[in-house]
């Protein structure tokens, strides 16, 4: 029972301790070497790509921003040269009014006159055709009345005469 009082199991091989350290030492080594970097350069590549992400967001954010306020600004111009244009068509839309009621009353003027010149030279021609009617009747109504007829040709023509200028002037 000795030997099994010399061999302790809890207590490890100093061989066991040695290898031990030195394959947890190598472990450590190529971890700190290669893996680890690998780790911090997948770890800021991330980084970078959710950074990167971000400001384009953000740029893409104030694009955005920036399109929206020249899109207002268009807006705005359209609408002030849609007001413009109303005002303009509306001016325009007056003058032609105001053209085509001057137009129309010269129209009628000229028909009025041109009216009025039909009846001047209407009533002309009818006091000509009428004179010598008028003159006949008027030596016979002459005659009747005063009883002896009218037959010397200036005393007719001179009453006859009278008898118109005292028409026209009524």
């Given at each position: 029972m000795?030997?099994l009082?010399?061999?302790?199991?809890?207590?490890?091989h100093?061989?066991?301790?040695?290898?031990g350290l030195?394959?947890f030492?190598?472990l450590?080594y190529?971890?700190a070497r290669f893996?680890?970097?690998?780790?911090?350069?997948?770890?800021?590549?991330r980084?970078?790509?959710?950074?990167?992400?971000?400001?384009?967001?953000e740029?893409a954010?104030a694009?955005?921003a920036?399109?929206?306020?020249?899109?207002?600004?268009?807006l705005?111009?359209?609408?002030?040269?849609?007001?413009?244009?109303?005002?303009?068509?509306?001016?325009e839309?007056?003058?032609?009014?105001a053209?085509?009621r001057?137009e129309?009353?010269?129209?009628s003027r000229?028909?009025?006159a041109?009216g009025e010149?039909?009846?001047a030279?209407?009533?002309?021609?009818?006091?000509?055709e009428?004179r010598p009617?008028?003159g006949r009747?008027?030596?016979e109504l002459?005659?009747?009345i005063?009883?002896?007829?009218?037959?010397?040709?200036a005393?007719?023509?001179?009453?006859?005469d009278?008898?118109?200028?005292?028409?026209d002037?009524?």
């Amino acid at each position: 029972m000795i030997v099994l009082a010399a061999e302790n199991p809890v207590k490890p091989h100093l061989a066991e301790l040695a290898l031990g350290l030195v394959a947890f030492l190598l472990l450590l080594y190529v971890l700190a070497r290669f893996v680890v970097p690998r780790f911090e350069a997948l770890f800021a590549a991330r980084a970078d790509k959710i950074e990167g992400g971000i400001e384009k967001a953000e740029q893409a954010q104030a694009a955005a921003a920036e399109a929206l306020e020249r899109f207002r600004a268009q807006l705005a111009d359209a609408r002030a040269e849609a007001a413009r244009i109303r005002e303009e068509a509306r001016a325009e839309g007056e003058r032609v009014r105001a053209e085509l009621r001057a137009e129309a009353q010269a129209e009628s003027r000229r028909m009025i006159a041109q009216g009025e010149a039909e009846l001047a030279g209407q009533r002309s021609r009818i006091a000509a055709e009428m004179r010598p009617e008028l003159g006949r009747l008027a030596v016979e109504l002459a005659e009747r009345i005063v009883g002896e007829p009218l037959a010397d040709e200036a005393r007719r023509r001179g009453s006859v005469d009278r008898f118109l200028a005292e028409l026209d002037r009524r």
